[in-house]
């Protein structure tokens, strides 16, 4: 991988903040976005801004063309089987959610179990309990490991012939931990349920074959992965899909609508009700060419060495302590001593150094780590060792900064 072409393509990171070069450690909070991301949209606006699928004019046929061509971008970024499989969303929390209410309210019962994981982000929790207590359904946790993996055994022991729906994150936002997704799944259709897979922090970091995962759902956010906001996406099965009732009703989802009654376009378009996100899609398809173009490989490697790399340099820090599996995925989740992670990021900033500080939606983790909250550098396909030991040496600073409490 092209470090330095890789960098260049990112104009946010050559600047100064608080008047030192940025370093960006903030990735899973939100991606940076490269200029072929910035101009797609901007042509998008400039050249042929117009709505999708009504017009016979040639803006509207330009315009739906690019947004039905972001469409099988994703398809193929994640090897769906068709394009009717792939629901353009608001994000990961809007393609979870739609998943909760339509296919949870007609398959969900008093009685019945949903089953996460206590490593789940707010967005893949909130809609369980929510639907949970709707139906009278049991939500049961697998247990953590004191690594903060899960357990197929306890997997095997959790998940029943009474649960329906199996939901847990590809990799977690915390502790980095890269879930047996192919395993969990097999687990869950043996018993009748199925299962939805958080990829929020999958997705703009490995290949994803929703295939060979057999996962049944699986959602993920474009600005995550070096596109917009706003967009996200929602991939099902086309069988289970197709039983599903639309969750947002209005223009563009119809097919015909009579009086008192109405009928839904095919898939995947009749859940994506109102005028869609275009230039979003539009964006999203050129971060995944341009992901695609760097090499997913290669920036699962890149990943990978800066993760080695940064737990070695971390790890000689005093008072650090680190959460989380040896194995993981592109992020380190610590506390410094006894600095609030507030303390810390605030330090780091004034130092250029982007962190995040907080329970980073997950609640329920931080109590099982117990901690109010932690600390959290993510890196992406922009960073370097040099950003590593910017960020080893503002953790210095941050201890002689607060001295007495070490
Ligand atoms: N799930 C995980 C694991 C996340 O990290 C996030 C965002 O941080 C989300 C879900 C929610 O994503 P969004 O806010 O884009 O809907």
Redesign the pocket.
Known sequence: MDIKAVRDAFPILHQEVNGHPLVYLDS??TSQKPVQVIDKISEYYRGYNSNVHRGVHTLGTHATDEYEGAREKVRKFIHANSTQEVIFT???????NTVAVSYGRENVGEGDEIVITPM??H??IIPWQQLAKATGATLKYVPLQADGTILLDDVEKTVTENTKIVAL?H???VLGTINPIKEVAAIAHKNGAVILV?G??GAPHMNVDVQDLDCDFY?F?G??MCGPTGI?VLYGKKSLLNEMEPVEFGGEMIDFVNLYDSTWKELPWKFEGGTPVIAGAIGLGAAIDFLTEVGLDQIVEHEHKLIEYARKQMEQVEGLTIYGPEKRAGLITFNLSDVHPHDLATVLDAEGIAVRAGH??AQPLMKWLEVSATARASFYLYNTEEDIDRFVQGLQTTKEYFGDVF
């Open positions: 899973s909070a608001r994000g990961t929390t809007t393609a979870i789940e982000h967005s893949n994150a990799v977690s936002n958080d929020a922090q959602a956010s600005h995550k996200g980073h939606c």
